[in-house]
C-alpha cells in the first residue's frame, strides 16, 4: 500500500510539475474549428466551447488544481494548531472559553463555512483558498486541543511550569513536538479533503474563474454537455478522485507506521517438548472435571507465547478448589480454556478433558456448547467492566435462564429475585431495574455472584473476584461463595494471587508456576507443609501464615519467566535458592509425595519448615 | 466563580436530565445567533456594491438607491441588525434582488424538496451502515478473513474519498446518459430520487462503515462480552443484545456528525441533478449575485446543521443515559 501511495503522489507532483511547460500552450490554444468536439484520435477527451484540447487542459491544471489545496490547507492547519496548542498553556478560564469558540466553529460543515467566506471574500482561486483555510482550521484546532490535552497533564509540562518557562517557549519546545506526529497525519488527509472542496467551489462558480481553470471548473463546464459526451466530465471527476485518494492513502500509510513503530523482538527457535504428564489422577466416578497437559498457545505479532504448558488438574463435585500464582504464571488462561473462552486466535491442546462425565474432545459443538451453558458458570475479576454498561440488571440477571432453561419471564425474575436475596442485596425490585453504573464494586460482584448461581451450574469459576474490591468486601464475597458451595453443593475452582484468601477458603490448593502447576497439596498443609521452594516463598512472603514473626519473609526476588521462553527445564530455575544442573536440562513432573499432596521438583524442600509443626497449628487457630 | 460552579455541580447531581437539556438549549441558542449574524454581515460585508453586483452595471442609480433603501442598507447598523432581527422573528427575508419575488416564498417551496433527498440519504446511510458494520466487524474480528477486511478497507477507502459531486457526475454520466436507466435530472417522480439519495449516501455511507466495523471490534473485545459468551447465549441475542447496543453511541455519533456534512453535500448534488432543492438556489444565486437569497438559503442550511446536531445529541442522551450525567 506504501508503494502505491507513493507511485501516485509522484506522479501527481510530476505532472503539477511539468504539466503546465509540456501542455500549457496546447490547453491555450483556441481552434475555432474544432468546437465542443468529441473524443477523437487528436483529442482523447475532446474540445471544450472555444475548440481547446481538453486532455490538455487537464493535465496543464494539475499544479493550478493541488498549489490551492496544499496552501489552504497548510494556512488552516497553522491558524488551528496555534488556537488547540494555546489552549494548553493558558489558564483555566481562558481555556474553557477558547474551547468553546472551537466547539462553536465545529457545529458547522465546512463546505458550508467554505461557501460563506468564499461568497465574503469574493469569487475568485484567492478567496476559495482563504475560505478553505477558514473552514478547516476548527479541526486542527480541536485535534490539537485533544491531544495539547494530554501533554498538558504530563510530569515534564508541570516541571516546565515550575521553572517558569514563558508560554510561547512551553508551546514551541514542549507542546508541539508532542503533538506533531499526530497532527502531520491528519494534515495530509486534509491536503485530499481540500482538494475537494476546493474542486467544489470551483465547480460552484466560487473558484477558479475563467480564464484560469482547475479541475473543478472544467467538471462544472463537462457537466453542462453530459447528456451529449460524458467523458469531459468524468476524466476530471477521475482526476479529483484520484488525487483525493493519493493523499487518503498516505495518511493511512502514515497511521500505519506509526502504530508499527515497536515490532516486538523475533523469537526463533521451538519449545522443547516437555515431558508426559504423569502426575495424572485416575478417572473416578466423582471427578467433575478432568483435564490433562492443558496448552494454550497465543499468537503475539509475529511469534508464538505458551502461557499455559502442560496443566492438570482434577475437581470432585463441591470441591473448593485454590488456584494460586503471581499475574501472568497462566491461571486466568487456565480458567478461560477450561471454559471455552480463549481470545480470538489461541488455541488450547490437552491429552486429555473430561467434564460432567463426557470427554470434551468427542462432544459436538451444540453439545459441548449446552453442557457450559447449564453446567459451568463464571465471575470474573473486574465487577467494573463484566457487566453490559447498557443492560438492566435484571436482563443479565435472566438471559441466561431464560435462553437455557425456557423459563418465561416472571418466573425467572422470581427466581432472580430469590437469588439476590440469597446475596444479602436488599430492594431486589429497584436493584432489578437499575443499570451497572448504578451500583457499587461490591454490589456488582454479589450481583455477579447471584447471576453465576441462577443457573444452578456444575462449577463456578471464580477469576479473582475479590482483586478489585476492598478488604471488607472481600470478605463478605468469600463467605457468600462458600455458602453457594455448600447450599448447592457446586464445586468452585478459586483464581487468585492471593495465597492467604486461598488457604482460608479452599480444600485444596494448586500453585501455578511459568504456565505449569509446580505444587497440588491440601489448603491446611500450606502453612508448613509445601515442599516447593516456590510455595515456600509465596507462604513466606504472607507473614500472617507463617509461625516465626521474627524473622523477615524473603521477598520473591526475580521475573516471572518469559512465556514466549523456549528453556527446557524448570522454569523457577532463575529464583531457586537450591537449583541442581538436572533442573536446567529437565522440566520436573508433578509427581506424588501421598495421596493428596504432589510436587513438581527434582528436590522438594523437607517437610518441615524452620518452625515446628505443632506451634504452626496453634499459631493458624 | 467557584461557588457558581459548585453550585452548578450539585444541581446537575440532582437533576442531570434538567440541566442537560438547558446547556443544551442554550448551547443551540448560541449557535443560532451566531448563524443570524453571520448571514446578516454576510450582505454588508460582500466586496462592492452587493445591489449594484445584482441588478448590473446598467442599472438606473435611482432603481439601485430604491433598492438599497429596501434592504435598509442605508441606515445605521445597529438599527439594521434589530429590523432584520425583527422581520426575521415574522419569517420575513426579504424579497430576491433578480426576480423581485419574496425569499419566504421561495424557501416555502424549495425546502421541502431538499428534506426530501437528505432525509431518505441519511436513513439509507443508517440502514446500510450500522448492520453491514457490524456484521463486518463479527466476521473479521480477531485478524480472521484477512483478505474480506482488506477489500473491505479498499472499497469503503475510495468510495469514502469520492466527493459526492463528482460521483453525482460519474452516476448521472453511466446511469442515466449511458445506460438510460433513470432520469438525469429534475423531479420527475420516485425513479428521480435514486441517483440523488445514491450520490449523498455513498461517501457517508462509507465512513460510517470502517467506524462501526472498527467499534464492533473494540466492544466484543470487552470484559462484558467475554462475561456474555459465558452465558453462551445464541449468537444473535449475544451481538444484538450486548454488542449493537454499546457500538450506538459512537456510531450515531459519528453518524450525527455526517448529518451537516450531507445536509452541505445537498448544495453540490443538487446543482448536478438540478434538483428543485435549496441547495441549487444558492448555487445559483452565488453565481447571479443574488445576496438576499445567498443570506436565505446560509440560514436555512446553517439552522437545519444547527437543529439536526440537537436532535442527535438529544437521542443520543436517550439511548445512553450515562452521557447525561458524564457531562454534566
Known amino acids: ?45 475532446g474540445t471544450d466551447h472555444l475548440g481547446r484540447d481538453l486532455l490538455a487542459r487537464l493535465l496543464a491544471s494539475t499544479w493550478s488544481s493541488l498549489l490551492p489545496a496544499v496552501t489552504a490547507t497548510l494556512l488552516g492547519a497553522a491558524a488551528g494548531v496555534t488556537l488547540g496548542a494555546l489552549t494548553a498553556v493558558v489558564g483555566g478560564r481562558t481555556r474553557r472559553l477558547l474551547g468553546a469558540f472551537i466547539n462553536l466553529l465545529l457545529a458547522f460543515p465546512a463546505l458550508l463555512v467554505a461557501m ?38 504530563t510530569d515534564f509540562m508541570a516541571a516546565a511550569r515550575v521553572l517558569g518557562l514563558r508560554r510561547h517557549r512551553l508551546l514551541r519546545r514542549h507542546v508541539l ?25 470551483s465547480f460552484l462558480g466560487l473558484g477558479a474563474q475563467p480564464p484560469s481553470y482547475d479541475w473543478g471548473l472544467l467538471l462544472s463546464q463537462g457537466l453542462d454537455r453530459v447528456y451529449t459526451e460524458p467523458l469531459p466530465a468524468v ?65 503475539a505479532g509475529d511469534r508464538t507465547i505458551r502461557p499455559v504448558r502442560g496443566v492438570s488438574l482434577a475437581l470432585r463435585r463441591g470441591e473448593m478448589v485454590g488456584l494460586v500464582g503471581e499475574s501472568g504464571s497462566g491461571k486466568s488462561l487456565t480458567a478461560l480454556a477450561l471454559a471455552d473462552l480463549l481470545p480470538d486466535g489461541a488455541r488450547a491442546t490437552w491429552s486429555a478433558h473430561r467434564f460432567l462425565g463426557a470427554d470434551v474432545g468427542s462432544l459436538t459443538r451444540r453439545e459441548r456448547h449446552r453442557q457450559l451453558a447449564t453446567g459451568m458458570a463464571m465471575i470474573f475479576q473486574n465487577p467494573a467492566s463484566a457487566f453490559n454498561p447498557a443492560l438492566r440488571i435484571e436482563t443479565q440477571l435472566t438471559e441466561a435462564v431464560r435462553a437455557h432453561h425456557g423459563i418465561p419471564r416472571e418466573q425467572a425474575v ?8 440469597r446475596v444479602a442485596l436488599p430492594g431486589e425490585r429497584r436493584l432489578l431495574r437499575s443499570r451497572p453504573f448504578q451500583l457499587s464494586g461490591g454490589q456488582r460482584q454479589r450481583v455477579a455472584i447471584a447471576a453465576a448461581s441462577m443457573m444452578r451450574p456444575d462449577l463456578v469459576i471464580a477469576d479473582e473476584p475479590t482483586t478489585a474490591l476492598d478488604v471488607t468486601v472481600q470478605r463478605q464475597i468469600m463467605d457468600l461463595l462458600r455458602r453457594v458451595r455448600r447450599d448447592d453443593a457446586t464445586a468452585i475452582l478459586f483464581i487468585s494471587h492471593d495465597i492467604a484468601l486461598v488457604a482460608d477458603a479452599c480444600d485444596r490448593v494448586l500453585v501455578m508456576y511459568g504456565g505449569t502447576i509446580v505444587e497440588s497439596l491440601p489448603a491446611r498443609a500450606l502453612a508448613d507443609g509445601a515442599r516447593h521452594p516456590y510455595t515456600r516463598m509465596l507462604v513466606a512472603s504472607v507473614r500472617g501464615l507463617t509461625a516465626d514473626r521474627e524473622s523477615s519473609p524473603p521477598g ?18 532463575d529464583r531457586c535458592p537450591q537449583r541442581l544442573d538436572r533442573c536446567a536440562a529437565e522440566i520436573p513432573v508433578l509427581s506424588a509425595l501421598d495421596p493428596h499432596h504432589e510436587v513438581a521438583c527434582w528436590r522438594p524442600l523437607p517437610p518441615t519448615a524452620s518452625s515446628g509443626r505443632p506451634e504452626t497449628e496453634e499459631c493458624d487457630t | 466563580m467557584a461557588t457558581v460552579s459548585a ?19 442554550v448551547r443551540l441558542t448560541v449557535l443560532l445567533l451566531l448563524v443570524v449574524t453571520a448571514s ?108 474480506t477486511e482488506l477489500t473491505l478497507t479498499v472499497v469503503t477507502s475510495v468510495v469514502a474519498g469520492v466527493p459526492d459531486f463528482v460521483l453525482a457526475a460519474g452516476l448521472t454520466a453511466g446511469l442515466a446518459v449511458g445506460l438510460r436507466a433513470f432520469p438525469v435530472a429534475g423531479d420527475l417522480g420516485p425513479q428521480s430520487y435514486v441517483l440523488p439519495v445514491l450520490a449523498l449516501a455513498l461517501a457517508p455511507t462509507a465512513v460510517l462503515l470502517r467506524i462501526v466495523r472498527v467499534e464492533t471490534l473494540r466492544v466484543l473485545a470487552m470484559d462484558h462480552v467475554r462475561a456474555a459468551r459465558a452465558k453462551r447465549l445464541p449468537a444473535a441475542t449475544l451481538h444484538l443484545r450486548h454488542v449493537a447496543p454499546n457500538t450506538l453511541t459512537a456510531s450515531l455519533t459519528v453518524a450525527g456528525s455526517l448529518l451537516p456534512a450531507l445536509i452541505a453535500g445537498t448544495v453540490l448534488v443538487e446543482k448536478v441533478f438540478a434538483w428543485p432543492g435549496i441547495g441549487s438556489a444558492m448555487a445559483q444565486s452565488v453565481v447571479a449575485q443574488d445576496y438576499a437569497v445567498v443570506q436565505a438559503s446560509v440560514l436555512v442550511l446553517g439552522s437545519a446543521v444547527l437543529v439536526a446536531n440537537f436532535l442527535v445529541d438529544l437521542a443520543l442522551a436517550l439511548l445512553d443515559p450515562r452521557s447525561v450525567i458524564r457531562e454534566t
Open chain 1, 414 to 421: 422470581e427466581q432472580a429475585r430469590v437469588q439476590l436475596q
Open chain 2, 40 to 147: 446578516f454581515a454576510m450582505i454588508r460585508l460582500v466586496p462592492g456594491d452587493p445591489v449594484r453586483a445584482a441588478l448590473g452595471v446598467d442599472a438606473p442609480p435611482d432603481l439601485v438607491a430604491a433598492e438599497r433603501r429596501n434592504l435598509g442598507l442605508d441606515r445605521e447598523l445597529t438599527a439594521q441588525y434589530w429590523s432584520y432581527l425583527r422581520r426575521l422573528a415574522h419569517g420575513d427575508l426579504g424579497v430576491s434582488l433578480v426576480t423581485g419575488e419574496p425569499v419566504t416564498e421561495l424557501i416555502r417551496a424549495r425546502l421541502p424538496a431538499t428534506l426530501r433527498l437528505a432525509v431518505p440519504a441519511f436513513v439509507c446511510v443508517l440502514a446500510v451502515a450500522l448492520p453491514g458494520g457490524m456484521l463486518a466487524g463479527i466476521r473479521t474480528r480477531g485478524g480472521r478473513r484477512p483478505r
Open chain 1, 1 to 45: 500500500m506504501g508503494v502505491t501511495a507513493l507511485a501516485m503522489l509522484a506522479s501527481l507532483a510530476v505532472l503539477a510539475v511539468v504539466g503546465p511547460v509540456l501542455w500549457g500552450p496546447a490547453a491555450d490554444r483556441p481552434d475555432p474549428s474544432a468546437v465542443l468536439q468529441g473524443p477523437t484520435g487528436g483529442h482523447p477527451l
Open chain 1, 116 to 153: 460563506f467566506f468564499a461568497v465574503l471574500f469574493g469569487a475568485g482561486a484567492r478567496g476559495a483558498v482563504f475560505a478553505l483555510a477558514v473552514a478547516c482550521a476548527p479541526g486542527f484546532a480541536r485535534l490539537t486541543q485533544t491531544l495539547a490535552a494530554g501533554v498538558a497533564g
Open chain 1, 235 to 299: 476524466a476530471p471527476g477521475i482526476a479529483i478522485v484520484y488525487a483525493g485518494v493519493a493523499f487518503q492513502l498516505l495518511g493511512e500509510v502514515l497511521a500505519k507506521a506509526a502504530t508499527r513503530q515497536h515490532p516486538p523482538a523475533r523469537q526463533t527457535g521451538e519449545p522443547a517438548a516437555s515431558p508426559a504428564p504423569t502426575g495424572r489422577r485416575p478417572a473416578g466416578a466423582d471427578l467433575l472435571l478432568e483435564v490433562a497437559d492443558l496448552r494454550v498457545a497465543l499468537p
Open chain 1, 556 to 573: 520473591l526476588g526475580g521475573a516471572p519467566p518469559d512465556p514466549g521462553g523456549t528453556a527446557p527445564g524448570c522454569p523457577f530455575l
Open chain 1, 177 to 201: 513536538p508532542h503533538v506533531a506526529e499526530p497532527l502531520l497525519l491528519n494534515t495530509t488527509v486534509a491536503v485530499g479533503s481540500a482538494l475537494v472542496a476546493l474542486s467544489g467551489l
Open chain 2, 7 to 25: 453550585r452548578i455541580g450539585a444541581l446537575s447531581r440532582r437533576h442531570p436530565w434538567a440541566v442537560f437539556c438547558c446547556r443544551r438549549a
